[in-house]
């Protein structure tokens, strides 16, 4: 079972950098894809970043690119987020997909909140 572990959330004002991690446990974790998703306030939950664990290509919502940069390191992923905005602000989610992507695990979630 992959358990995922998030951190890095919190306040920042309008410009700020915040960066997100997830780390996964597990007894031998295997994914083919990692990344995140955020949700609003009365909003839906949305796409924003994603990366290829065996090839690290990444790929990212229109509404964060040339902002925001996924990356990895052995078993954990990051986000970083650089000229946050208030609508930047959500919780934001976690995600690994099994090595058959039959199945998602999902971190526990973490509040950015962006001032303006």
């Known amino acids: 079972q992959v358990q995922l572990a998030e951190s890095g959330g919190g306040l920042v004002q309008a410009g700020g950098s915040l960066r997100l991690s997830c780390a996964a446990s597990?007894?031998?974790?295997?994914?083919?894809?990692m990344g995140w998703f955020r949700q609003a306030p009365g909003k839906e939950r949305e796409f924003v970043a994603a990366?290829?664990?065996?090839?690290?290509n990444t790929y990212y919502a229109n509404s964060v690119m040339d902002r925001f940069t996924i990356s990895r390191d052995k078993n954990t992923g990051f986000l970083q987020m650089n000229s946050l905005k208030p609508e930047d602000t959500a919780v934001y989610y976690c995600?690994?997909?099994?090595?058959?992507?039959?199945?998602?695990?999902w971190g526990q979630g973490t509040q950015v909140t962006v001032s303006s």
């Open positions: 995600y690994a997909d099994s090595p058959n992507s039959l199945n998602r695990y």
């Open positions: 597990g007894r031998t974790f295997r994914t083919p894809t």
């Open positions: 990366i290829s664990w065996s090839t690290s």
